[in-house]
């Protein structure tokens, strides 16, 4: 429940102000001149915040969407990524925005319009490429969490028909799938999801879908006919992984049609230095930042002998099921 919304005056007349506000009509309304009085105020405390965030209604101004480090790959050509909102409304335990931001508060930015007018401006600048375009979303939040609120897929994914030779994936955990249900699969949409083993998913992941509702989740949308894609990132180890991961990979890949898996991507944890510091803050007895992990060229990460282990045995099992040119594995050492 959202009590709170704060709402830039340079978009309340927006329509999808209008329609988010309507949808939060007992809530507090309060304007504001610029979203980073509050959202970049200091003294927050993201940990209180995330048991009762506010909800605020921006527009993104300047650079909107950013090439992504070099290597991301999934198959496509050049990469991008673009953040409609930042903050989630699951709690993971490794996720890196708690790092990364003062605040807990979701930060929604309504001016989709200018977002895909960039999004066109640079797939017409690799229109003579050998290889699609590829345009991450949910790297700053999840793609369909919040989908009933933002409907930010209803708008999206029908805005992508049109630009041939780029390909949206909407990274999720979410089973929010309704709206992509409800439309035409189109060939140029990848629906992601990360997933983690169960007794991980229970321990880590609060208040995301179980990795069964997310098999279910994929499985329907593979029936609908949508392209999907498995992202097992981060791994996360510990004494009994291999148990664990063995059996995620065995219930997912025997629940799904392996042969129509658009791709695999494989991760070790790992978060900027900075944000590792401030996340070991605030749960300085986790387990999960306190076991098998290094520095290394700016960036806290799995001693090298575990991340390789890790993301072999993972990647090996996976290549069970799917070819190996669909397998991708994100590297720390390389």
Not at 87 to 96: I, S
Not at 121 to 140: C, L, M, Q, T
Not at 256 to 275: E, M, N, Y
Request: glycine content about 6%; charged content about 25%; proline content about 4%.
């Amino acid at each position: 429940m959202i009590d709170t919304v704060y709402i830039e005056n340079s978009v309340k007349q927006h329509e999808r102000v209008q329609s988010i506000v309507a949808r939060h009509s007992k809530a507090e309304h309060i304007s504001l001149e610029h979203y980073g009085e509050v959202f970049n105020s200091a003294k927050q405390n993201f940990r209180l915040q995330k048991l009762n965030p506010s909800l605020i209604l921006a527009e993104k101004q300047g650079k909107r969407v950013m090439p992504t480090p070099a290597q991301y790959e999934t198959g496509g050509g050049a990469h991008y990524y673009f953040s409609h909102m930042l903050n989630c409304v699951y709690d993971c335990r490794y996720c890196f925005l708690q790092g990364m931001l003062r605040s807990a508060n979701y930060l929604l930015f309504v001016n989709y319009e200018d977002f895909l007018a960039d999004i066109k401006s640079i797939a017409a600048k690799h229109r003579n490429d050998e290889k699609p375009v590829w345009f991450f979303s949910g790297y700053d939040c999840d793609s369909l969490a919040y989908e009933p609120v933002t409907k930010f897929a209803e708008y999206f994914v029908p805005a992508f028909s049109s630009i041939e030779n780029a390909v949206l994936e909407l990274r999720t955990k979410s089973t929010q799938i309704r709206s992509l249900l409800n439309i035409k699969p189109q060939p140029n949409v990848v629906v992601a999801y990360s997933l983690s083993p169960e007794r991980i998913a229970s321990e880590v992941e609060h208040g995301a879908p179980s990795l069964s509702k997310c098999v279910d989740a994929l499985k329907r949308l593979q029936d609908h006919g949508w392209r999907v894609g498995l992202r097992f990132d981060p791994i996360v180890w510990h004494a009994d992984y291999q148990a664990d991961y063995q059996e995620a990979v065995s219930h997912v890949f025997n629940e799904l049609d392996a042969a129509q898996i658009d791709s695999v991507t494989l991760g070790g944890f790992r978060l900027p230095k900075g944000f590792y510091k401030t996340m070991h803050r605030l749960y300085p007895e986790h387990w999960l930042f306190n076991a098998g992990l290094s520095e290394h060229d700016g960036m806290t990460v799995y001693r090298k002998e575990i991340e390789d282990q890790a993301l072999n045995f993972v990647g090996q099992l996976c290549e069970q099921y799917v070819d190996g040119n669909k397998v991708y594995a994100y590297r720390s050492f390389e």
